[in-house]
């Protein structure tokens, strides 16, 4: 239980030192969904293959009728922008514990979204806190409008949703014990490792590492306690979220090399290509070393030197 108290008591320090106050103060947070989670087994979307990064990856060309996108104008005529966040991945998406208010990097670049769109964030957007496998259907029904939520690209999800071009580039790794004997995540094989129902990363120990003994969970958050109570050996997931981990953890380290590549991409309603390229034309903006927006976002939340933004790709044929 000290370890518990420990770990939580570090995440309230730790967000607090970085950025307590400093995104807009937006009160509506939508309680989170229930709905089902999608079915892994979905086709990928045609002419998509995720052994290519490029065809996995790429999005709609911003175009000359972008700016006047009608699910924009929507969403302009409602007075939010309805975004589908996560509340318990530490740097990303989170509930400050001291403020309250959900802060990270997805959250400022939804903000941005809201930003071009009324002039100001505040008091325009509506956060609607889900888990991983209520995004997608959260945007099929429209209940968000977009997800900022580390949302991996990938072909069976192009099948579903539609993405914007890469915004963040992360990998999978383990975060285990500072004292296991594990040094990557085939040590494992045999132990009990969590992983998030929904996710990427419970599909790829199911497939890359079928020996592992997968625990899911709704939350991934729900592993950092099951980690914590000794009731698994590991956890799997994007380094973005075990970084997070780690950091509230001085008992926790992450180990082996990324072994997955995952882009994040804006999540959208398939039938949405018009916001999808208004999305992409800000982007394509925020993405370039001369704008500086998503520098800025990026030593706002992360440690380390500033890596070379992603690259864009909009070589995806109009549907």
């Known amino acids: 239980m000290r370890r518990v108290i420990l770990g939580v008591l570090a995440a309230a320090v730790l967000v607090a030192g970085c950025s307590a ?118 945007l099929q029904s429209g209940k968000v409008d977009i997800v900022a939520d580390i949302m991996t690209i990938n072909c069976a999800r192009w099948g579903q949703i539609a993405f914007s071009t890469v915004y963040f580039q992360a990998g999978q790794q383990v975060l285990v014990r500072k004292n296991a004997p594990y040094k990557n995540i085939a040590d494992l094989n045999g132990r009990k490792v969590c992983t998030a129902k929904g996710s990427t990363g419970n599909e790829n120990v199911k497939s890359l590492y079928p020996q592992v003994r997968r625990v899911i969970v709704d939350n991934i958050s729900d592993c950092m306690v099951l980690f914590q109570q000794g009731s698994v050996e590991g956890i799997v997931s994007d380094n973005t979220v075990l970084n997070g981990f780690a950091a509230q953890d001085p008992y926790a380290q992450i ?16 039938a949405n290509v018009d916001f999808v390229r208004y999305v992409n034309a800000l ?6 070393p001369k704008d500086g927006t998503w520098a800025a976002i990026y030593h706002k939340w992360l440690p380390g030197p500033l890596p070379n933004p992603p690259s864009t790709n909009f070589d995806r044929p109009l549907p």
């Open 21 to 138: 106050g400093s995104t807009p103060q937006l009160p509506r947070v939508a309680p989170s969904s229930s709905s089902p989670a999608p079915s892994s087994s979905a086709p990928p979307a045609p002419g998509c293959d995720d052994n290519i990064y490029k065809s996995r990856v790429a999005s709609y060309a911003p175009g000359a009728s972008w700016a006047d996108s009608a699910t924009v104008a929507k969403i302009k005529s409602r007075g939010v922008l309805r975004a589908g966040v996560a509340a318990d991945n530490l740097l990303f998406g989170h509930r400050n514990p001291i403020t309250g208010v959900i802060e990270g990097f997805d959250i400022d670049v939804a903000n941005e979204v809201a930003k071009a769109i009324f002039g100001t964030a505040s008091g325009h957007v509506e956060y609607v806190v889900e888990n991983f496998a209520q995004r997608i259907p959260d």
């Open 255 to 270: 180990v082996g090399p990324k072994f997955t590549n995952e882009p994040y991409g804006l999540g959208f309603n398939k």
């Open 283 to 288: 982007l394509a903006k925020w993405l370039d």
